[in-house]
């Protein structure tokens, strides 16, 4: 097992300062390789040492332009931060430097919804569906942002799809009895909706208030 081998392998264990240790040797071994700041910035960052990271980040990028997981590195310390503007363009220019993840389609269209842009959205979240027809969370915020963008029909089947993957996703139950007694004007299914959600999480506070709403209509 060779170096970088071995320092994933302590990472997938949880054990950061060896990862770190074996990181660090290998960039004094090889100070031009991209490769050692990206991974050192991860471990980095994995341990809330955010300063430090986004300079190894930007290391790795100052050694080559095309570093794709390093301007992803950087889009999860921002997005963490909230800074939004921030993560979506270093999410833009890894997909650009060809990380077309599952996951980098994903983050992008997070910060395009929370920052009020639904409709531009849309596309990466299909994308992040057509890459892992199994992320639940991928088909909820896909959902959030055809609600966001006024497409009730195509929203409410989104979080339907939601629940064939996750049978147990109490906020795709909510925001389905919210199109329902909302947008469809159908009280009786928004009650059952809300009813779902709360049992499956009892302190869900908006389906309780949502639940309330519905039973003072019925």
């Known amino acids: 097992m060779d170096k970088n081998q071995l320092a994933i392998q302590y990472m997938e264990q949880g054990k950061m300062e060896e990862a770190a240790k074996i990181f660090g040797e290998m960039i004094e071994e090889n100070p031009k390789d991209p490769i050692g700041y990206i991974n050192f910035g991860n471990v980095l960052a994995s341990m809330n040492d955010t300063e430090r990271a986004i300079k190894f980040f930007e290391r790795a990028i100052e050694l080559d332009p095309q570093a794709a997981t390093a301007y992803y590195g950087l889009g999860g310390i921002y997005y963490d931060q909230d800074d939004l503007l921030k993560a979506k363009d270093c999410y833009e220019q890894a997909i650009k430097k060809g990380l077309e993840s599952a996951d980098t389609m994903f983050m992008l269209g997070l910060c395009l919804l929370h920052l009020d842009q639904p409709r531009l959205a849309l596309p990466y979240f299909q994308r992040s569906i057509e890459l892992n027809e199994t ?30 993957v996750d049978e147990n996703h109490a906020d795709a139950y909510f925001n389905l009895g919210v199109a329902y007694g909302g947008v469809k004007g159908d009280v009786n299914k928004a009650i059952e909706l809300f009813e779902k959600a709360l049992e499956i999480q ?16 019925s």
Do not use: C, S, V
């Open 135 to 164: 992320d639940a969370e991928a088909k909820f915020h896909y959902g959030l942002a055809l609600a966001g963008a006024e497409m009730y029909d195509m929203a409410i089947e989104a979080w339907k799809k939601t629940l064939e």
């Open 202 to 217: 009892p302190d869900h506070m908006l389906a309780a208030n949502g639940l309330k709403q519905m039973k003072e209509l």
